[in-house]
Antibody, heavy 121, light 109 residues
Framework: EAQLLEFGGGLVQPGGSLRLSCAAS????????MGWVRQAPGQGLEWVSG????????FYADSVKGRFTISRDNSKNTVYLQMDSLRAEDTAVYYC??????????????WGQGTLVTVSS | NFMLTQPHSVSESPGKTVTISCTRS????????VQWYQQRPGSAPTTVIY?????PSGVPDRFSGSIDSSSNSASLTISGLKTEDEADYYC????????FGGGTKLTVL
């Protein structure tokens, strides 16, 4: 059974940085693309970023392009989201997600429980 | 990129069948697989349909998915409605980035 555990959420000031981590277990990590989806308070789901199984190819939503960086360490079964130049509108629960296979980034199969990021002064 | 449009809300009685639509704004619905997610209040989403019509293990066969090229839309059908099915449902597809529909609130009353 797959498990995704997110870490690193919290309160950060506008303009600040935060790094989210997602520790995966229960499946062969390198064989699956991974990603992040967020949900602002009372709002719908927004796809944020994805990375293929090898870690070579990455994708970003326009709203975070140039500010967020996704990466993965297949030796540690962990995917990261480095978030810089944070804005109030980045406040959301961030979910780590597992995709269907190694290359179909965005074909989400499994979700973590989420971690809350609050951007406020 | 394209958009996915869902009805804001639907309601139906227990035991009945409900269908939630998801219309793609541009490009063919069949170009990229469609997924459906259920989110109960206060909980993380879970996948109920992937690759248009596939059910993950543990999802009851009361849930089914389909696509219709003539209307360029996807549908989630839930039969034999139970009160526990009351939740928000999101359709989703992808094309170099993920795209979610706005979500549909299902009320079972």
């Amino acid at each position: 059974e797959a498990q995704l555990l997110e870490f690193g959420g919290g309160l950060v000031q506008p303009g600040g940085s935060l790094r989210l981590s997602c520790a995966a277990s229960g499946f062969t990590f390198r064989n699956y693309a991974m990603g992040w989806v967020r949900q602002a308070p009372g709002q719908g789901l927004e796809w944020v970023s994805g990375i293929d199984g090898s870690g070579v190819t990455t994708f970003y939503a326009d709203s975070v392009k140039g500010r967020f960086t996704i990466s993965r360490d297949n030796s540690k079964n962990t995917v990261y989201l480095q978030m810089d130049s944070l804005r109030a509108e980045d406040t959301a629960v961030y979910y780590c997600v597992k995709d269907y296979d190694s290359w179909n980034v965005g074909l989400i199969i499994y979700w973590g429980q989420g971690t809350l990021v609050t951007v406020s002064s | 990129n394209f958009m996915l449009t869902q009805p804001h809300s639907v309601s139906e009685s227990p035991g009945k069948t409900v269908t939630i639509s998801c219309t793609r704004s541009s490009g063919r619905i069949a170009s990229n697989y469609v997924q459906w997610y259920q989110q109960r209040p206060g909980s993380a989403p879970t996948t109920v349909i992937y690759r248009d019509d596939q059910r993950p293990s543990g999802v009851p066969d009361r849930f089914s998915g389909s696509i219709d090229s003539s209307s360029n839309s996807a549908s989630l059908t839930i039969s034999g409605l139970k009160t526990e099915d009351e939740a928000d449902y999101y359709c989703q597809s992808y094309d170099s980035s993920g795209v979610f529909g706005g979500g549909t609130k299902l009320t079972v009353l």
